[in-house]
């Protein structure tokens, strides 16, 4: 499998040929979006992309780690993470998608 990062430009380019919109404002679609989605998390509140799945903020309490080098350890703060949790349908659709890449047994 070929590991590919999409980017912002590369979402730009598809809104441009699927949409048929001019590339400025394919870009200020998708920033507009993506920000909206940013500025929800900031808030604390779940967004939720019907048939794509969920981004969550999860508060993680302080605790201690160990730097895996020298073995020390060391306290981690306390802190908030975004976690992402596809929907059944993105989660089939990846399954489908990577049994057609297997070779045949």
């Not at 508060?59 to 020298?70: F, S």
């Given at each position: 499998m070929t590991e590919k990062t999409i980017t912002r430009a590369d979402l730009i380019d598809a809104l441009v040929k699927d949409v048929g919109l001019?590339?400025?404002?394919c870009?200020?679609?998708?920033?507009t979006v993506l920000g909206l989605i940013e500025t929800k998390l900031v808030a604390g509140e779940t967004v939720k992309l019907a048939r794509f799945?969920?981004?969550t903020v999860?508060?993680?309490r302080e605790r201690v780690g160990r730097n895996p080098k020298t073995g020390v350890e060391a306290s981690i703060a306390p802190r908030r993470v975004?976690?992402?949790k596809p929907s059944q349908l993105l989660r089939e659709r990846v399954a489908d998608?990577?049994?057609q890449l297997e070779p045949a047994r």
């Amino acid at each position: 499998m070929t590991e590919k990062t999409i980017t912002r430009a590369d979402l730009i380019d598809a809104l441009v040929k699927d949409v048929g919109l001019p590339r400025q404002d394919c870009g200020m679609m998708l920033e507009t979006v993506l920000g909206l989605i940013e500025t929800k998390l900031v808030a604390g509140e779940t967004v939720k992309l019907a048939r794509f799945g969920n981004f969550t903020v999860r508060a993680k309490r302080e605790r201690v780690g160990r730097n895996p080098k020298t073995g020390v350890e060391a306290s981690i703060a306390p802190r908030r993470v975004v976690t992402f949790k596809p929907s059944q349908l993105l989660r089939e659709r990846v399954a489908d998608a990577q049994k057609q890449l297997e070779p045949a047994r």
